[in-house]
């Protein structure tokens, strides 16, 4: 069980090297989305920081790893809220109004009950907390629903909602090392998978449709619906012979040559217009 430990531990970190390579070098830099990666890579570092003190050095009394558990759960959460905020220019603000102020309201049963969860070896959050933290994680995570990352976003909240069983089973300490082992796993697998398949584009052929598919993936679809809508706004009221959909763009099918063409310089122009308190020319570039 120790060897094993060890080896989730290593796994552990070179995951968050692996996710930190793609928050500071990969395609986030032209995005909103640097706020979401630098929570992602935060959550990933205490996540392992709480493993190897716990299940490798051993150095944690029960009380004060259910408190760092809990802790990396609440953080976990923020990666997903940042999302729903990543737009300029209040990206920053979102950060700073919400997002903190979100791991402070649920962080505040630590801070009450922390001293005494130590000394007596034990840390549980009431109810209320955990149906918030519940209705919070669905929010967050319900945006990708739906979208290419849709099992690795089910994935990350049911690996979340695992952790958090330390503050909410407290009589069933026996059943803790399988849920977290699981749980971590789970986590570990999620993120790997889409710093993995972040690199590769599903949608070969270039152009808007590649433009709108990467776009709604990484932003989910919370975003994507209200691009949608202000898209076949502008649509309509400029007859244009496309409309927006889910999967991409429709065309008329009596539409011209010349009505085409006209319509394509159109979606450009819109498309850049829209897009632009999300991403930067250069990604929209690469994708045309």
């Known amino acids: 069980m120790y060897v094993f430990s060890v080896l989730t531990s290593c796994v552990a970190f070179l995951t968050t090297l692996v996710l930190a390579r793609r928050v500071v070098g990969g395609q986030l830099r032209q995005t909103t989305l640097t706020t979401a990666g630098v929570w992602a890579l935060l959550m990933s570092v205490v996540w392992s920081t709480a493993w190897l003190l716990e299940f490798v050095l051993a150095t944690l009394s029960d009380g004060a790893a259910d408190l760092l558990w809990y802790s990396a759960a609440i953080i976990g959460l923020c990666p997903p809220i940042a999302v729903l905020g990543a737009k300029r220019p209040g990206v920053r603000v979102w950060n700073v109004f919400i997002l903190l ?33 519940f209705i919070v994680s669905v929010m967050g995570i319900g945006n990708y629903i739906g979208t290419r990352w849709t099992f690795p976003a089910l994935g990350y909240c049911f690996a979340c909602w695992t952790i958090l069983t330390r503050a909410t089973l407290i009589g069933e300490r026996e059943y803790f090392p399988n849920l977290q082992m699981f749980g971590f796993w789970l986590m570990i697998g999620c993120l790997l998978a889409v710093c993995r398949f972040s690199r590769v584009s599903p949608i070969k052929d270039k152009g808007f449709d590649r433009v709108w598919l990467e776009f709604r993936d990484w932003f989910g679809i919370v975003w994507s619906k209200r691009i949608q809508e202000r898209v076949n706004d502008t649509a309509s009221k400029e007859d244009w012979c496309a409309r927006l959909e889910h999967h991409g763009f429709e065309w008329s099918p009596d539409a011209t040559e010349e009505q085409r063409a006209e319509t394509n310089e159109r979606i450009d122009h819109t498309l850049r217009w829209l897009l632009r308190r999300f991403v930067n020319d250069e990604w929209i570039d690469e994708r045309l």
């Open 101 to 133: 102020p979100l791991a402070a309201v649920f962080g505040w049963a630590a801070l009450a009950d922390g001293p005494a969860a130590i000394r007596d070896g034990g840390f549980q959050i009431e109810m209320p907390v955990t149906i918030g933290f």
